[in-house]
């Protein structure tokens, strides 16, 4: 596979409507340009050509000047230019397209890689691979963790919500709890009984009192608590006649 220097030297010497190149001023310079060669492939390399550089040439150049320290004399971006990029936080997808620039150059076409990768090196296509993977696996479980981290969040919300809620019904439940507790069985109002209170003690009333047997009284022993005969109707069961008029002394 021939280098970068030997195609340009071969487009060179082809040369353009004027015929062969013997230096490289501006017309050989235009013809390295239609032929497809990016500027600052041609300020990296022309100097290696062994043709004599005009004065046009040099000013051109000088527009470049990182040139020939980030292109390999191959014609590609080294692994210099493509560490110093990713070191100046230069993202991924700006460094693809430094690449694509060079790749669909008459020099990366004749690599057997494409996209992006033609316009590097191959260690410096290497190097590149493998640190955007680390890169892709580090953001891969920065996000695993996040989203683990979001989940244990929200858990902890939800047992918080259900451990409030609990803890609300709970109060809500004694305090009812409470009210039932405190509250009277029945309201005094609604007892059967008396309909108006009765009192035991000093100045209260009494249903039943048994007063002192008075001195000389003729009352002895339970005398006092006979009950007085009353009389009721009867039927005269002997005669089979009903009477209204006898009574039975109970």
């Known amino acids: 596979m021939a280098s970068g220097l030997e195609i340009m030297k071969a487009h060179l010497a082809r040369g353009g409507p004027q015929g062969p190149h013997t230096a490289i001023g501006q017309g050989a310079w235009g013809t390295l340009r239609s032929r497809g060669w990016d500027p600052r492939q041609i300020t990296a ?13 040099k000013t051109k150049m000088a527009t470049f000047p990182n040139a020939a320290n980030n292109i390999h004399v191959s014609g590609l971006w080294n692994l210099g230019a493509a560490q110093k990029w990713v070191g100046k936080g230069m993202t991924q997808k700006q460094i693809v397209a430094h690449g694509r620039q060079l790749g669909a150059t008459p020099r990366g076409r004749q690599t057997n890689r494409s996209g992006w990768a033609a316009g590097f090196t191959p260690d410096a296509v290497s190097w590149l691979n493998e640190k955007w993977t680390r890169d892709a696996e580090a953001e891969a479980d920065a996000e695993a963790e996040a989203a683990e981290a979001a989940e244990a969040a929200q858990l902890r919300e939800e047992a918080d919500e259900k451990m409030q809620s609990w803890a609300t019904d709970l109060t809500q439940s004694l305090s ?4 039932r507790i405190n509250e009277p069985a029945v ?21 039943l009192k048994i007063d002192k047997r008075k001195r000389g009284s003729r009352d002895k022993g339970t005398r006092r608590f006979r009950r007085s005969s009353f009389s009721m109707p009867t039927t005269n069961t002997a005669s089979g006649k009903a009477s209204n008029n006898s009574a039975v002394n109970v």
């Open 176 to 179: 009812d709890l409470n009210d």
């Open 187 to 207: 309201t005094p109002t609604e007892m059967g009984g008396y309909s108006t209170p009765s009192y035991v003690g000093k100045g209260g009333t009494t249903s």
């Open 45 to 57: 390399l022309a100097p290696h050509t062994g043709m004599e550089l005009g004065d046009w040439t």
